[in-house]
């Protein structure tokens, strides 16, 4: 039994049993995938895979049941790599952080600054996808860090720690009517925003659940005409005039969005709480808990270990 063999059981498990994108990923042949993967059936006694022919079709019981040892496995000899790591080069080294974009665009970039400032040998790898896409990354190994306000805390395999609470604003071209009622003293309402057509994110994304639970607790139809991922792009149509935009306001810059107004909502919508990730059984490297507490100053190593070691696997 050796790693290659373990490597490429996962990877066809992961790559829908498709044994050329297993190959082109491990940077070898298919026919060598296959008989990795044959080698280690054989060793074991089982088949770990339904076959249709030459071709795998999908997991065998056998298969279900050692397919989380071989995930346990690789996780601990990569856990083993970064614990020789940290002694032999303690100040170098590769992270990999995951975040949806209104995190990688508004709210990292102080704390990517300071930290390579005092970690110059680190490199820095960024991937931006949605809440879920960023949880997946972490549970399969791809990422050392994730940050995201939607869909960490709901997976048992990753330790979720409160980051900071934000709120969200509206956005509106300087000669709408909602900000002339703003500049007159007039508190917006939910009922006057219904009036208008919104733009504002996909479901799942940057606290739209709070967005979609204030009007549907006030009995409001919310008229969204236009959905994004991006807050950059949600203002370039606010400019436009398709509509009233609803963001994170920590996306709003008076200086850099000067064709907009930023119209405070934080009465209307409840708060955000953004957090940040990792995978429980993950060995984190030094430089792993400086970001953390880079990121966020009161996750001190000590408190995230704490909080790694709790019973019950309370964050």
Known sequence: MNFQQLRSV?????????????????H??????????????????????V????????LTEPGRNVMPIVER???????????????????????RIAATHSQARYALPPAVRDFRDSHPEVSLQ????????VAKLLIDGEADIGIATEALASHSQ????????????VLVPPDHPLQAEAAAGTPLTLERLAQ?????????????????????????????????????????????????????AIAFDEERDRLLRSIDARHLFADNLTRLAVRRDAYLRDYVYAFI???????????VEQARVAPGGAD
Not at 126 to 133: D, E, I, K, R, Y
């Open 158 to 169: 990753l330790l979720t720690l409160p980051c900071y609470r934000w709120t969200h604003t």
């Open 73 to 95: 496995l690789l996780r601990e000899a990569e856990n083993l790599r970064r614990a020789g790591e940290d002694f032999a080069r303690a100040d170098s080294g590769h992270l």
């Open 196 to 248: 208008f057509p919104v733009i504002t994110y996909e479901s799942g994304y940057t606290g739209r659940s709070h967005i979609d639970d204030a009007f549907a607790s006030a009995g409001l139809d919310l008229n969204v005409v236009l959905v994004a991922m991006d807050a950059d792009v949600i203002k370039t149509y606010v400019e436009l005039g398709l509509g009233v935009g609803i963001v994170a």
């Open 126 to 133: 960024f991937t931006q996808g949605s809440p879920q896409q």
């Open 51 to 58: 076959r249709a022919g030459k071709r795998l079709t999908g």
């Open 10 to 26: 996962r990877e066809a498990q992961r790559r829908g049993f498709n044994l050329t994108e297993v190959a082109q990923a491990l």
């Open 28 to 49: 070898t042949s298919q026919p060598g995938v296959s008989r990795q993967i044959r080698e280690l059936e054989d060793e074991l006694g089982i088949d770990i895979f």
């Open 293 to 303: 507490e880079t990121f966020a100053p009161p996750l001190t190593r000590d408190l």
